[in-house]
């Protein structure tokens, strides 16, 4: 988990600068077009590029401290790491659908994470 989480947090903030980049070049060509419809619609995009930027950010955050808190034998925790893979999943799944092949592979990597926590070391180690 840490690793996906520190994924999703350098693509999350990857796609958050390239769309600040792309703001204040954005502004810069409507100041010098004079093109205010042109510059309306640059702008959704960005505010768009920055809303789709904070989706791999929060999976990377939460991913991260919950692998950061793993090592506490907390039942809550334990059902907390459920249902982070478990929505994940769904997600992934409406991607796939949606005709994004390529989400086949964190998928399988929230499969592998929900069938491990599921295995008798792991459920003793969490008390259940």
């Known amino acids: 988990m840490f690793i996906g989480g520190v994924l999703g947090i350098l693509i999350g ?3 958050g600068g390239i769309s600040l980049l792309g703001l204040g070049l954005g502004q810069a060509s409507a100041e ?4 205010q419809e ?11 590029a920055g809303f789709v930027a904070l989706i791999p950010l929060t999976y990377g955050v939460v991913s991260t401290t919950l692998a950061a808190m793993m090592g506490r034998r907390r039942r809550g925790l334990f ?9 994940a999943s769904l997600i992934l799944v409406v991607a796939i ?17 929900l069938g491990l926590m599921f295995t008798p070391g792991v459920r003793a180690f969490y008390r259940l």
Do not use: C, K, R
């Open 13 to 15: 903030l990857l796609i």
């Open 32 to 35: 010098l077009s004079q093109d």
């Open 38 to 48: 042109a510059a309306g619609a640059f702008g959704f995009l960005l505010a768009f």
């Open 79 to 87: 059902w907390g790491i459920i249902a982070f893979h478990t929505v």
């Open 97 to 113: 659908i949606a005709g994004d092949y390529l989400s086949f592979v964190p998928l399988a990597f929230a499969g592998l994470m």
